[in-house]
């Protein structure tokens, strides 16, 4: 009786409870590290795309500056002028003009056989 | 135990205690009690308020070509306090940015946390910069984002467009006009930073993102700009008057397609120079068509005639006699320029005769002429969206001399912009409605969606259709051979319109002798018309004998008119036979 009251027994139920409580805490503390790392790891990610998003965004405003400049009135008449660009004037004769439907003009023109006219801005007598 | 040992076990737990509590009440004060001031010394220390860069919007015309863009720039600002050493930062930033390295050392051992060294660097310098400080472990250098201001078509429409001072605020034109939709507005974020200046992304605080501008959209369309512009230099080269002005409007809508003045200047430029030059060529960078008066001149007699046809006091064949060159009017003489008998109220326009125009508004009568004045809308703004618009002179009656009378319907004694003189041709070539004359089309956000448009204003039927259609036919065969305008005379095309031969006034009284301000206004085709135009030179230079509306003004309307014509693709009409007659027209005898 005695040393049945003596003998020392494991108590498992607690010490299964401790290790759980034990082990909670680990993986709650190692969570806590690995979220807050993957935070910083996303936050030096975000920051990164802005950066990039932000330096395509000046790139983008400075090459539609550069067209802008490179296509306008002024640059283009600059260019033709140096006869980098080479154009030759389209001759009145060689303008045809093709007659919309329903205009005044389209009328006359079904009554003829000819859709297309060659015309110039000084009137030539029918 | 004993109970030595039981006191001094005691003690020491009550030591331990009584230091736990001390610690406990420190951080209770320090999280608690003094949270907000250590809070913000944590903020000031590791905290930062970035801006984020709202850019201007753009201004393109009614094809979406650009006539104002922004190109990137960087202001490059340093941080005294993260500066372990001022004068390698100096070595590498010195050159690039073109500083003197002793002036560069002295301001950035000064500490202070902002210190701009330099604005409006180009974006590649600043990279080149950037890319050094990083390769020498440099930190408390930042570039920030800006833009700087361009104008690609240079001095095309600089009036309209206008310019912006140093601290981006719109000074002339549409950029001063609708500043408020071109402004972007800035952003910001709170943040923190680590011991190594990176930004601690995860600890951002309050953000409110950028807006950027809107766009503004014209009614200009740049095409045509070019024609007037480049007709406008061929003009200048010729007369070399002291000042020129070029509008094109569409009648229908009181768009304005064109509008040029001379001089000019080159918005690009404006920055670049000191405040000296800008205020001695204030003058160039005015818009003469909206804020310079003038008296009028023969332009005028259309308002006349067509109050006088829409009150049906006379008709266009109705016969006046013009008192053969020289009328006696209270106590002075009235002149034509040549000696007419009995004229039709057509023919008065078509010679431009000042008796018969001065008969006319007899016949209308002081008040009513008056209200003709101000029904086209001459002495009140006319609304356009442009800053700096004048409203002109237009007396009332009760303030005429006798004279005035007689002077008034030749376009003396009262003074009108260039803008009201187009914008009431484009009521008589409209069916005698008189529309705003309008420039912004429309003002749309990033993505393209409408935030403000303006359709047509239509102010008031100023005259009837009637009057109107008769007064057109008056003015076709102005710019024929027998009118004043023959030069105006657009191959292809039948023209309305009406010269203006307006002497000088002198600011000390009277008029300056051999100083004309020459005009044609006119439309085309006279029917349908798709377009008006107003060419007007002050103090053309040429010969004595050929110093009049129809002579200089009329050829440089017919060589845009016929461009233009072309590029509207109008499809040509027959034309009436052609004569060697040619009339010139001068109404201040």
């Given at each position: 009786m005695n040393r049945r009251k003596h003998t020392n027994i494991v108590p498992v139920a607690a010490l299964v409870r401790w290790v759980a409580v034990a082990i909670f805490l680990a993986a709650a503390g190692l969570g806590y590290v690995y979220f807050k790392n993957q935070m910083q790891t996303t936050g030096n990610e975000i920051r990164t795309m802005e950066a990039q998003l932000s330096t395509l965004r000046t790139q983008d405003d400075a090459v539609r500056a550069q067209i802008d400049r490179l296509s306008s009135h002024s640059y283009l008449q600059r260019r033709l002028a140096e006869g980098f660009i080479q154009l030759t004037p389209i001759r009145d004769d060689r303008i045809v003009r093709v007659h919309l439907p329903g205009s005044q003009a389209a009328a006359a023109a079904a009554e003829n056989t000819e859709d297309l006219q060659p015309v110039s801005n000084r009137f030539t007598a029918q | 135990m004993t109970y030595c040992a039981k006191v001094r076990a005691l003690i020491a737990c009550c030591a331990l205690a009584l230091c736990f509590t001390g610690f406990s009440a420190r951080l209770v004060q320090l999280q608690v009690t003094r949270h907000e001031q250590y809070a913000a010394l944590a903020a000031e220390k590791h905290g930062n308020k970035q801006m984020l860069y709202g850019r201007r919007g753009l201004i393109v015309d009614i094809n979406q070509q650009t006539l104002a863009d922004n190109d990137p720039v960087r202001n490059v600002v340093a941080d005294g306090s993260l500066l372990a050493h001022p004068e390698e930062a100096a070595g590498v930033l010195a050159g690039p940015l073109g500083l003197d390295e002793s002036a560069l050392i002295e301001k950035l051992a000064s500490g202070r946390r902002y210190i701009v060294l330099k604005k409006d660097v180009p974006e590649a310098t600043a990279m080149e910069i950037e890319n050094r400080l990083s390769v020498r472990s440099i930190r408390g250098i930042t570039f920030e984002q800006d833009a700087e201001r361009i104008y690609?078509?240079?001095?095309?429409?600089c009036h309209v467009v206008g310019f912006m001072n140093g601290d981006h605020e719109g000074v002339e034109g549409i950029e001063a006009q609708e500043d408020e939709y071109l402004r972007g507005h800035e952003g910001f974020r709170y943040t923190e930073r680590d011991r190594s200046g990176n930004e601690l992304v995860a600890y951002r605080g309050e953000e409110r993102a950028p807006r950027d501008g809107y766009t503004v959209r014209l009614t200009l369309d740049l095409n045509l700009q070019n024609i007037v512009e480049t007709e406008l230099d061929t003009a200048c080269a010729e007369f070399k008057p002291k000042k020129a002005i070029v509008i094109l409007m569409r009648p229908q809508t009181g768009e304005i397609l064109a509008m040029a003045n001379r001089p000019n200047f080159d918005p690009n430029e404006v920055r670049t120079k000191p405040a000296a030059y800008i205020q001695a060529h204030e003058g160039d960078m005015m818009n003469c068509a909206i804020a310079d008066m003038m008296?009028?001149?023969?332009?005028?007699?259309m308002v006349t005639a067509a109050g006088a046809l829409n009150e049906h006091l006379v008709r266009p064949d109705s016969v006046i006699f013009c008192e053969n060159g020289a009328y006696n009017y209270g106590g002075r003489f009235l002149h034509d320029h040549h000696p007419f008998g009995d004229l039709t109220v057509e023919d008065i326009l078509v010679k431009s005769s000042n008796i018969g125009a001065a008969k006319l508004a007899m016949e209308l009568g002081e008040q009513r002429f008056y209200g003709y004045i101000r029904g086209f809308g001459f002495g009140e703004r006319t609304g356009v969206s442009l800053p700096g618009e004048v409203p002109g002179l237009v007396p009332p009656p009760h303030r005429w001399s006798k004279l005035s009378i007689t002077r008034i319907p030749m376009g003396q004694e009262v003074a009108v912009t260039p803008l009201q003189t187009i914008t009431a041709l484009c009521a008589v070539a409209n069916g005698g409605r008189l529309m705003m004359p309008q420039i912004v089309h429309d003002i749309t956000d990033d993505k393209g969606q409408v935030i403000a448009s303006f359709p047509p204003v239509e102010i008031?039927?100023?005259?009837s259709g009637d009057a109107a259609r008769e007064v057109t036919e008056a003015l076709k065969g102005v710019v024929?051979?027998?009118?004043?305008?023959?030069?105006?005379k657009v191959s292809g095309f039948v023209v309305a319109g009406k010269t203006g031969t307006a002497e000088k006034i002198d600011p000390k009284g009277g008029y300056l002798p051999g100083k004309y301000i020459v005009s044609f206004c006119g439309f085309l085709p006279a029917d349908n018309p798709a377009f008006v135009g107003l060419v007007m030179l002050d103090d053309a230079q040429t010969k004595p004998d050929q110093n009049y509306g129809g002579m200089v003004a009329g050829p440089i309307f017919s060589r845009i008119g016929e461009k233009a014509a072309r590029y509207l693709n109008l499809e040509p009409q027959p034309e009436e036979p052609e004569s060697d007659v040619i009339i010139t027209d001068r109404e201040h005898d």
């Open positions: - | 690609p078509n240079g001095p095309m429409a008296e009028p001149g023969s332009t005028f007699k008031r039927q100023v005259v024929s051979p027998r009118g004043t305008a023959a030069l105006a």
